[in-house]
T-cell receptor
Framework: DTGVSQDPRHKITKRGQNVTFRCDPI?????LYWYRQTLGQGPEFLTY????????KSRLLSDRFSAERPKGSFSTLEIQRTEQGDSAMYLC??????????????FGSGTRLTVV | SQQGEEDPQALSIQEGENATMNCSYK?????LQWYRQNSGRGLVHLIL?????REKHSGRLRVTLDTSKKSSSLLITASRAADTASYFC???????????FGQGTTLQVKP
């Protein structure tokens, strides 16, 4: 297993277009998280899945954002009708959930979105 | 807010010196974690300290946690130019595993 993979690495899109990002977590990890990071800031929590269930969504996640994790494997994050304010690095991370105690995340390299 | 607040925002030191970064938070925690991020890349997990632990070591890293003061510190000893990066503390406040990240400290180690 080579870690968490995100695709694409970079995406430039025109305002109003829809974009979809993919994340492939570490196969043994049942938890998957999406974060958004802008320049000079820490990652902001967007949503997370345990297996295929989406258990929490941030208020930052407007109705233009949707995430799925079919069959508890890879995940997709879709942004509809993109706006310039959506320009950011979108980070995916996975972790295992054993014993109810927090475990460190393994992050992917991120997808950098630029909306022009 | 659960978010950790880090201090200083930026730190510049010479190679070989020690670097100390601090993180304060406001809520009760399950665990606190530190991550490193090189420019334009994903974050790398460095160390996790649980709420019932006071100190942990990993190589040149030493993390302390004071739950009475709601603060943590990350010490990097004998710094190297390769340690140049941004460092984030992350608060885990429940068993969901969800983390809330601070704004980070940017460390520059000059050769």
């Amino acid at each position: 297993d080579t870690g968490v993979s995100q695709d694409p690495r970079h995406k430039i899109t025109k305002r109003g277009q829809n974009v979809t990002f993919r994340c492939d977590p570490i196969s043994e990890h049942n938890r998957l998280y999406w974060y958004r990071q802008t320049l000079g800031q820490g990652p902001e929590f967007l949503t997370y899945f345990q297996n295929e269930a989406q258990l929490e969504k941030s208020r930052l996640l407007s109705d233009r954002f949707s995430a799925e994790r079919p069959k508890g494997s890879f995940s997709t994050l879709e942004i509809q009708r993109t706006e310039q304010g959506d320009s950011a690095m979108y980070l995916c991370a996975s972790s295992s959930a054993l014993g109810g105690v927090g475990y460190g995340y393994t992050f992917g390299s991120g997808t950098r979105l630029t909306v022009v | 807010s659960q978010q950790g607040e880090e201090d200083p925002q930026a730190l510049s030191i010479q190679e070989g010196e020690n670097a100390t970064m601090n993180c304060s938070y406001k809520t009760s925690i399950n665990n606190l974690q530190w991550y490193r991020q090189n420019s334009g890349r994903g974050l790398v997990h460095l160390i996790l300290i649980r709420s019932n632990e006071r100190e942990k070591h990993s190589g040149r890293l030493r993390v302390t946690l004071d739950t009475s003061k709601k603060s943590s510190s990350l010490l990097i000893t004998a710094s190297r130019a390769a340690d140049t990066a941004s460092y984030f503390c992350a608060i885990g406040s429940s068993n969901t595993g969800k983390l809330i990240f601070g704004q980070g400290t940017t460390l520059q180690v000059k050769p």
